[in-house]
């Protein structure tokens, strides 16, 4: 199977942001108004989530080339035994044996490994790109007078269904770009970030 390591919704680790924002404050007499946002959604929408997608996705590249690479030849190895059975000596059968069990380990070593760097690279991107959206998110809603704003991406949220008039994802997205611009512009492609999915593991390499 051919391994693959995408970056998409950068957001699916996040964790560190509110599943809501309360407003104490809010103006005295006007009617305080109730909002929603997607915070994954958000965070993996803005310039600089788009930009770090892709940044994400060129440097872990080589690394999910290399667990491609090891994959083929463990399968190659499991093939050559397969053929082999009435045609090798049971000399070569175990020594290819040995040499698939100890590529499969390396290859699940080293899956493991590329796996657990980028959650640290994604959730380090997403506490960044976070902190500064809590900021752009606590001056709106005071600024237009919201009492709550609850974050429908959270699985503590109790939102169960939203009008489109009550969600200021977008909006939000729009004042992040504006107070925070990226240098050189957003990656053309849409889409957002994505967590980098664990490359399928290999079938066994046969004992002789």
Do not use: C
Request: proline share 6%; aromatic share 4%.
């Amino acid at each position: 199977m051919k391994i693959r390591l995408a970056v998409s919704a950068l957001a699916a680790v996040m964790t560190m942001a509110p599943s809501v924002w309360a407003q104490a404050g809010a103006a005295a007499g006007a009617p305080a108004k109730v909002g929603v946002i997607n915070v994954q959604a958000a965070i993996a929408s803005t310039a600089e989530g788009k930009q770090a997608a892709a940044e994400l996705q060129s440097q872990f590249a080589p690394r999910a080339t290399e667990l491609q690479n090891m994959q083929k030849q463990i399968e190659d190895l499991q093939t050559r035994l397969r053929t082999g059975q009435t045609t090798l000596s049971d000399e070569e059968k175990a020594r290819l044996s040995r040499e698939g069990d100890q590529l499969s380990r390396s290859y699940h070593r080293k899956q493991q490994e590329a796996q657990d760097d980028s959650n640290d690279a994604q959730q380090e991107v997403v506490n960044r790109i976070g902190q500064k959206m809590i900021t752009v998110l606590d001056k709106y809603s005071r600024d237009n007078n919201y009492a709550v704003i609850l974050d429908t991406s959270s699985q503590q949220t109790p939102v169960v269904v939203a009008s489109p008039q009550v969600d200021v994802t977008q909006e939000i997205i729009r004042l992040y770009d504006q107070q925070y611009p990226v240098k050189g512009g957003a990656p053309s492609s849409a889409g957002g970030a994505a967590r980098p999915a664990a490359p399928k593991a290999p079938a066994t390499t046969p004992k002789p």
